[in-house]
């Protein structure tokens, strides 16, 4: 440990409030627990969940708080705890000094992380770090929710809104691979196009068409199989005319705002199943999280999911202020990532 600095830079909060709350940070070097990993990190990924957080959205234990939720760099320590080193399935993960990874790790925007060796994925040979970052939360997510939160199966019939976002680009080809039909809504011409290439079938300019009533022509008056809903609060009601009879709608999250209380009553008009799920609890346990990820990996190394980067931010409070900008602003077509060092 003694060639390690005692202090590392990172990007974070000293309070919640709007983007200029973001400022650099100097902590110590984080402590090595012996269950962890330790990671120098090469690039995070930016996700609405820093926003959360810098806003107040979420709940945050203490200050100062360093943003960021998944990064990716190589390893430069390894636990020592004996019943991890023997756990099976630690040994699945094969890690070894100087290897590559990706990890969820609260505080993401830093040098260095120590991170406990489940949270943390040996990226496949051929897959950079630079995609590791850009690929693991939506990856992940978008593999367990179409598994998962709705299974979806050949022929069906499935509508998803932000389909030219970060996870979008991802619902778009994997929903596709499926045999499914991807009926996709974005903003612009420009993203809509970009929807396509990846996979959507049929993509809805919301804000020059009507949704509700082109979704319906799509689908014979029917409505969708399954939502896959990433929107929030100006999309959850108008859900509820495109769904079809025993259908299910995943609420993925709050870009325009959490969906407000409603009544449970307001499922029986069409047996509706709603869920809010998050990727956390869908690879909860080691074997989950392995499972998931291997699965990513492939996906991603065999050329199945391409993973498009939107920009790379610098290492900066300025950096990260434009980014959290352009994402909620909208302004971004696929994965936003920030450069923390040189890989
Ligand atoms: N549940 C989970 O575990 C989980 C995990 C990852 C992400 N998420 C959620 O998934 C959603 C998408 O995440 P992402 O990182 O892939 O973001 P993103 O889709 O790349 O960016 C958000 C997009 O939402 C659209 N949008 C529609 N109304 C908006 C509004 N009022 N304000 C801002 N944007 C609006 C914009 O696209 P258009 O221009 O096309 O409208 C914007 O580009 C977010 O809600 C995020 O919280 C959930």
């Known amino acids: 440990m003694s060639s390690f600095p005692s202090k590392i830079q990172a990007i974070g909060i000293n309070k919640t409030g709007d983007f200029d ?7 110590p070097f984080p402590q090595q627990e012996p269950g962890n990993v330790l990671i120098k990190v090469h690039y995070a990924g930016v996700n609405f969940i820093d926003t959360y957080y810098r806003k107040g959205l979420y709940p945050i234990a203490s200050f100062p708080k360093p943003l960021g939720s998944e990064a990716a760099g190589e390893i430069v320590a390894l636990p020592t705890d004996e019943a991890v080193l023997n756990d099976e399935e630690y040994k699945l993960r094969k890690f070894a000094l100087g290897g ?39 990856g992940a997510t978008v593999l367990t929710f179409i598994t998962e939160a709705y299974n979806v199966q050949k022929g069906d019939i499935i509508l998803v809104h932000t389909i030219a976002g970060g996870l979008g680009l991802l ?20 993203k809509a196009e970009i929807a396509k ?4 079938d049929h993509v809805i300019l919301y804000k020059q068409e009507d949704t509700v009533q082109r979704v319906l022509e799509l689908t014979n008056g029917e409505g969708v199989h399954a939502i896959f809903d990433g929107v929030g609060k100006d999309t959850f009601e108008a ?6 009879r025993k259908g299910t709608i995943v609420s993925v999250g709050n870009a325009s705002g ?17 869920l809010r799920p998050t990727v956390g609890n869908y690879i909860y346990t080691p074997e989950e999280s392995r499972r998931y990820t291997t699965e990513l990996g492939r996906l991603i190394a065999d050329g199945t999911l391409k993973i498009r980067i939107h ?12 980014a959290q900008k352009d ?17």
């Open 171 to 190: 619902f778009a080809q994997l929903i596709k691979a499926r045999g499914a039909t991807v009926i996709g809504t974005t903003s612009t011409p420009e």
């Open 100 to 138: 590559k990874v990706a990890a969820y790790t609260m505080g993401a925007f830093a040098e260095y992380v120590s991170v406990p060796w489940d949270k943390v994925y040996p990226l496949p040979d051929g897959v950079s770090t630079k995609t590791g970052a850009a690929g693991l939360t939506q």
């Open 311 to 322: 920009a790379e931010y610098p290492f900066s409070a300025e950096g990260v202020q434009q």
């Open 197 to 200: 290439s990846y996979g959507a």
């Open 21 to 27: 709350v973001i400022e650099k940070l100097e902590l």
């Open 258 to 274: 959490a969906v407000p209380p409603f009544p449970p009553l307001k499922l029986v008009e069409k047996n509706v199943r709603l």
């Open 239 to 244: 859900d509820f005319k495109m769904i079809r």
């Open 327 to 343: 994402l909620v602003g909208g302004k971004t077509i696929g994965k936003v990532i920030v450069k923390v060092a040189e890989p």
